[in-house]
């Protein structure tokens, strides 16, 4: 995650965070509390986002380095 955009605009306020696909799984592993752990939608959307992305890359992913 090197690219990180911050929108500072009154009422527009958010974040862009760029992923790399091979670090998708450990964040993934990461956030492996449950859904039912999260007390915010937000959490719960997140990990979706990165199941969906993590299905999406896994062909063409390799395998990160440690």
Do not use: W
Not at 18 to 35: N, P
Request: hydrophobic share 40%; charged share 30%; aromatic share 4%.
């Amino acid at each position: 995650m090197e690219r990180i955009y911050m929108n500072r605009r009154p009422a527009e306020q958010r974040i862009h965070v760029e992923i790399e696909a091979a670090e998708i799984r450990d964040l993934l592993a990461d956030l492996a509390l449950g859904e039912d752990a999260y007390q915010h939608g937000a959490a719960r959307q997140l990990t979706e986002i990165l199941r969906t992305a993590d299905h999406a890359f896994a062909p063409t992913v390799p395998a990160k380095e440690s």
